[in-house]
């Protein structure tokens, strides 16, 4: 058995599970972070059971499992509990039923990650890019410098330096869309440090983010699931309005995507990054600059690779299938 988990709305996971029910007869489960199921779950037996609406498995029946989106998938199991005119006694039980919430979270992980093969990490799904950064440069990874303050003068004199400078997000930034009747999408970007971004800002803010910029001869999307790596060159450069942040995607002229065979020392370096940040799968970001120099700008355990995938027929989806079906009995 396959067990998945994953979000309603990735159509990733779907094409994934195209490819297991035609590369095997095995049966999968999928069990989405943003749906609300009946859930019945008892530890006992040194085992999880557990049945989600009617689907019903021991973890001791999966030989697979991909954990694709979300950190733990099952919800109300620890219903609020309110202390009519208490409030401090209503937060604190809050808090202490959210410890226990974790507390019977990290256990199934850890029996999951103990009874079958998992591909993909929950504890891994939103790693501290500031601390990505500095593992990779002990590595041996280029990276753009970077700095962290609250200070204005601090962005002033970076501004002042003459060099290219870019600010965005410490983690991972605002991507929402309000599927009501608004349809609003909200997000934020990378971009470019100017005097238009002190504009009305106090001496001291809250703490922002500054990376030098390197200019780009193109920059790579790479997929990585164990040692194998797929990777494209985006010549996103080319476009004014994609060159510091190519999310700003041109719909009518979009970038030029292609295949890109990665050297053997980056690859190197790559995995032992990911060792070291305990994940078997998920994207790296990098940039090439005129001289062909690589630079690491940051990984992300459940990004997109579908469009990666399709553009550069990378067979992505066929590799996670694969993988995932290679431990059925």
């Given amino acids: 058995m396959i067990l998945i988990f994953s979000s309603s709305g990735d159509p990733s996971t779907l094409d994934v599970m195209r490819w297991i029910h035609h590369l095997s007869g095995a049966r999968v489960v999928r069990i989405n972070a943003d749906e609300e199921y009946r859930v019945e779950l008892t530890f006992a037996d040194d085992d999880f059971h557990v049945r989600v609406n009617d689907d019903a498995f021991r973890l001791a029946d999966v030989s697979s499992a991909w954990l694709r989106k979300g950190g733990f998938w099952f919800k109300g199991l620890f219903p609020a509990v309110t202390a009519a005119g208490r409030p401090a006694l209503t937060r604190h039980l809050g808090q202490m039923l959210e410890r226990e919430n974790r507390a019977l979270r990290d256990h199934f992980h850890y029996v999951l990650r103990k009874r079958c093969a998992v591909l993909g990490s929950a504890h891994g799904s939103t790693p501290n890019k500031l601390v990505v ?9 280029r990276t753009p410098p970077f700095s962290v303050s609250n200070l204005r003068s601090h962005a002033q004199s970076l501004l002042a330096s003459g060099d290219g400078y870019v600010t965005k997000a410490m983690s991972d930034g605002l991507y929402l869309f309000d599927a009501t009747d608004s349809k609003t999408g909200y997000y934020t970007y990378t971009e470019a440090l100017g005097p238009q971004s002190l504009e009305g800002a106090a001496e001291r803010g809250a703490p922002s983010f500054f990376q030098r910029y390197v200019e780009k001869a193109f920059e790579l999307r790479i997929f990585f699931l164990d040692d194998q790596f797929r990777a494209g060159a985006i010549f996103s450069q080319n476009d004014e309005k994609t060159r510091v942040d190519y999310r700003k995607y041109n719909d009518e002229r979009p970038n030029r995507v292609i295949p890109f065979r990665l050297p053997q020392e980056i690859e190197h370096k790559l995995s032992l990054l990911a060792r070291a940040l305990d994940l078997n799968t998920g994207s790296f970001d990098m940039i090439v600059d005129a001289q062909g120099e690589y630079y690491l700008l940051e990984v ?11 553009k550069c027929n990378l067979g992505i989806e066929r590799m996670i299938a694969e993988r995932l079906v290679a431990h059925e009995h």
């Fill in 300 to 310: 992300n355990p459940v990004g997109q690779f579908g469009p990666l995938s399709e």
């Fill in 133 to 141: 950064l500095e593992r990779a440069r002990e590595l041996g990874l």
